[in-house]
């Protein structure tokens, strides 16, 4: 056997051993992450929703967070009475499986309970929601490599004009549909939800600032702006006012959240 | 003696006489001289605003005459020349006719002051006379003055009355009136705001009750909003009410003021034929009167313990269900709070006595009445008895500020007797929650009414999560992400997208060339032409290098056949001596060179190495001026 051949074997048994390790890692972490989470379900079963939850924010802090993570931690607060914590994890899921019935009519029904329910929901929102904003996203990125795909087989194999327009006016009809789709939640991706019971809504960032409002927990508010640990926000009724930074959890990491480079 | 008496009465009477027709005649001569002078001028009105014009007549009398030059006067302008001829008859012993010619001028000013028009040189029969100097007071334009008095009279806002002293945190129900003078026409522009500090204003009504009603005998329509004022900060505050308006005002800029005679400039007959007037849109803003409150801090003396905040006048109503109960069943309390005052900040009423209860969040709805700050709230509770011996719900209390009495006030409902449930089996029918569940946890829906789901699909029963209306859990873990985070924030999205858009403008872009060049058909041939004299250059270029002479003028031959066949819009094989010889001058040097081409590929020829290269650069020169 040549210097060159065994190189060459030590190169490649290297790369499998490699390649196999890290994939048994993954394997072992995914089995470990698995076996907290049905131990989590299992705490949560017996009634020991503080075991369970604690299983579950471990589990979301070190492996990461899926839709189910989010939904039975969110299970685990309903019925430990946080129901701002609920309802955050709830929509977080949805974010996730934004076409999973159990998450949304689990969070509708909790919010339908605790008189949280927006009575009005323009058709503009209704109709936004029908996706999440990852599936919006991904919709109008297919449409744009099919809209490219497709100009480049009319490049080789050239058809009628009148196809060609119809199919391209189709394509950016359904892109500014998405990119619509995709503004509106992103706009509903940056909301937070109010975790403390009967949060003052008050005049001025501070302390002994006066109250104008309460709002609930559990209620959806848009951050409107940052000032030391107070955010300023509004409703869906159209309250607005300072809050404590302690007094509401985003739903999601936005644009602005995320670390500049 | 008598006869001289007489002369010299007849010498005074005499002399008399010739005094007196010799005044007659002075006077007469002086009155001619004065009543005709031959040019005069006149401005009307003598004095007018920035805004307005005068007229500046001067008129020629008895005379043909012509304006030599006007002056020239800073701050002022002449404008629109206008002439008439005017006759007038003098009838009597000497009858005659005098004829005058008048000129007109508008003018205009662009600030106050006092000008000076200058002596206007004017020709008549040949002679030059100079008019009077004219001194003109030029005032300010009153429109602002004006407008702002006369706006208070065409619009203004009125508040109804608020008490002077109030309670921090009471609700002031408000009335904010709009008046507009009848027939005025006006679009408003905000909806009303307070003007102050350490007073909030609610929400008024986008769409404001419309109404009329007569002010001093005006009519006057009137928009009325209500509203409720509260006081967020202790202390006096001076307070008024604004709103944005736009009202739409006859125009009176350069309003022009003419004399009623005046044949040119003094009816608008188009103006009056369509009864049309030029408005302008003043875009306004109406303050209320000033209003000073004080704000007064709650007492401290006799607060009750469970105050939390409530402001006004207040009834409450409790009610709960179901009241059969056993031990760990959920009860649900609906308690109603109506009446006046701050229902924003009104929390839910608490059990008078707690111990031995385990009470939930209350959920709220707040139902708004007629008028600011009448409403009921009503208020959903959980509560489950942790002992067995509960046989009442305890009494509910709610207290609050009465701002009228200056006094906190607590209300208490009845205890509410709680039955077991198999006391009364009449009322079996009614739906319960269920009695096997464990009380410690999970949250009672406040509607607890509703028969609970019985088991998920392994048939484990979940009593907690059936109540609370909660889906079973997920069993799988699924795949787990770092962050929630948009899907275009991760770079190989962008990447593809960043592709896909790249693909797409190329394409377009070769699209677009391609169809220029089909719709362009000179500039294809163009193309063609330079790109196939490239290739034959570099064929002549390769064979002369080598030397070799035959290929060299094949290369010349299919040069000139290839550019002049696209020229010429024919096939370049087809293409002779006898074309060239037909198209070209006689001493164009292309045909000598396709003649010596045409005889080398029959019999041969020879050149030198310089003849080549001459040629080539012959041939290159002349095909590229072809194009």
Redesign the interface.
């Known amino acids: 056997m040549t210097v060159h051949s065994r190189l060459s074997l030590f190169l490649s048994l290297l790369f499998f051993v490699v390649i196999g390790g890290f994939c048994g890692l993954c394997l072992a972490g995914?089995s470990n992450?698995?076996e907290q989470?049905?131990a989590a379900?299992q705490a949560?079963?017996a009634?020991d929703?503080a075991t369970a939850i604690e299983i579950y924010e471990s589990l979301a802090a070190h492996?990461?967070?899926?839709?189910?993570?989010c939904?039975?931690l969110s299970?685990s607060y309903?019925?430990?009475?946080q129901?701002g914590k609920a309802v955050a994890g709830y929509e977080?899921a949805l974010?996730?499986a934004p076409g999973d019935k159990?998450?949304r009519?689990?969070l509708q029904?909790?919010r339908q309970?605790?008189?949280?329910l927006t009575e009005h929901i323009s058709v503009r929102q209704q109709l936004a929601t029908l996706l999440g904003?990852?599936q919006w996203?991904?919709l109008a990125?297919f449409l744009?490599?099919a809209?490219?795909l497709l100009?480049?087989a009319a490049?080789f194999f050239p058809v009628a004009a009148k196809v060609s327009w119809s199919v391209t006016a189709g394509c950016l009809l359904l892109l500014a549909i998405c990119l619509a789709g995709?503004l509106v939640q992103?706009q509903n991706?940056q909301q937070a939800v109010i975790i403390s019971?009967?949060t003052s809504l008050l005049?001025s960032p501070f302390a002994g600032a006066?109250?104008?409002?309460?709002i609930?927990?559990g209620r959806l508010v848009r951050i409107m702006k940052v000032h030391n640990n107070y955010a300023l926000i509004n409703d869906d009724q159209?309250r607005r006012g300072w809050i404590p930074g302690s007094s509401f959890e985003r739903?999601?990491?936005?644009?602005a959240d995320?670390p500049k480079p | 003696m008598e006869r001289l008496v007489k002369n010299r009465h007849r010498c005074l009477r005499s002399g008399r006489l010739t005094v007196l027709c010799l005044t007659l005649l002075f006077m007469s001569l002086a009155t001619v001289a004065e009543s005709a002078p031959p040019v005069t001028v006149t401005l009307d009105p003598p004095s007018f605003a920035v805004d307005q014009s005068a007229i500046l007549t001067i008129t020629i009398n008895d005379a043909r005459g012509s304006i030599a030059e006007l002056p020239e006067v800073d701050g002022l302008l002449f404008q629109n020349q206008r002439q008439s001829r005017q006759q007038q008859i003098v009838i009597g012993p000497h009858s005659s006719s005098v004829y005058s010619f008048s000129t007109m001028f508008e003018v205009y000013a662009s600030r106050p002051g006092t000008f000076t028009i200058p002596p206007i040189p004017v020709m008549i029969d040949g002679q030059r006379v100079l008019t009077e100097a004219l001194t003109v007071e030029i005032t300010p334009a009153a429109e602002d003055s004006q407008t702002t008095a006369d706006i208070e009279q065409l619009a203004f806002l009125r508040i109804s009355p608020v008490k002077e002293e109030n309670y921090l945190g009471e609700l002031l129900p408000v009335e904010i009136k709009a008046y507009f003078r009848q027939g005025l026409r006006a679009s408003l522009n905000s909806q009303p705001r307070l003007n102050g500090e350490g007073f909030v204003l609610t929400q008024p009504a986008e769409q404001p009750l419309q109404t009329q009603e007569m002010v001093n005998n005006i009519p006057y329509a009137v928009l009325a909003w209500s509203g409720a004022l509260s006081g967020i900060k202790e202390g006096k505050h001076a307070l008024s009410f604004a709103i944005d308006a736009s009202l739409l005002l006859p125009s009176n800029n350069r309003q022009r003021r003419r004399s009623t005679n005046d044949p040119f400039f003094g009816n608008d007959i188009f103006a009056e034929f369509f009864n049309q007037q030029q408005v302008q849109e003043k875009k306004i803003q109406i303050v209320s009167k000033e209003m000073n409150l004080q704000v007064l801090p709650l007492p401290v003396e006799a607060r009750p313990p469970d105050f939390q905040g409530a402001i006004g006048s207040f009834a409450l109503q409790v009610q709960a269900q179901p009241v059969e109960v056993g031990p760990g069943d959920p009860i649900t309390l609906t308690m109603t709070v109506e009446g006046t005052g701050n229902f924003e900040l009104i929390k839910a009423p608490v059990l008078s006595e707690a111990e031995g209860w385990k009470s939930y969040q209350p959920s709220a709805k707040f139902t708004p009445g007629a008028r600011p700050g009448q409403g009921s709230k009503v208020f959903e509770q959980a509560i489950i008895a942790k002992n067995s011996d509960k046989t009442a719900i305890p009494a509910v209390v709610f207290s609050f500020f009465n701002p009228e009495s200056g006094t906190y006030q607590t209300l208490q409902s009845d205890p509410i007797a709680l039955h077991g449930q198999d006391q009364n089996p009449e009322d079996q029918g009614k739906p319960l929650v269920s009695h096997e569940h464990d009380s410690k946890v999970g949250r009672q829906q406040p509607k607890a009414t509703e028969a609970p789901e019985e088991a998920d699909n392994d048939g484990h029963k979940e009593p907690e999560t059936a109540m609370l209306n909660l889906g079973p859990l997920h069993v799988r873990l699924g795949a787990l992400q770092p962050q929630i985070t948009p899907l275009f924030t991760r770079l190989s999205f962008q990447i593809v997208v960043l592709l896909s858009v790249l693909l797409l403008v190329t394409l377009t872009l070769l699209k677009l060339r391609v169809s220029l060049r089909t719709a362009n058909p000179a500039l294809s041939r163009q193309q063609e032409m330079l790109c196939l004299l490239e290739l034959r250059l570099q064929e002549m270029k390769h064979t002369r290098e080598q030397g070799d002479v035959h290929n060299f003028l094949a290369a010349c031959r299919k040069a000139m056949q290839e550019q002049l066949g696209l020229l010429w819009q024919t096939e370049p094989e087809a293409i002779t001596l006898a074309d060239l010889r037909q198209h070209l001058a006689v001493e164009a040097p292309l045909l000598t060179i396709f003649a010596t081409a045409e005889n080398s590929a029959y019999i041969g020829s020879t050149m030198s190495s310089q003849e080549m290269a001459d040629y080539a650069a012959q041939v290159e020169r002349e095909l590229r001026q072809l194009r």
């Open positions: 995914e992450s698995n989470f049905l379900n949560y079963e009634g929703l492996a990461g967070v899926s839709a189910s993570l939904y039975n299970n309903a019925r430990n009475g129901i977080r974010l996730l159990d998450i009519t689990t029904l909790l309970d605790n008189g949280l904003l990852n996203t991904a990125a744009l490599v809209m490219a100009q480049l490049w995709v992103y991706w019971p009967e005049i006066e109250s104008t409002h309460i609930e927990e159209g739903i999601a990491v936005t644009m995320q």
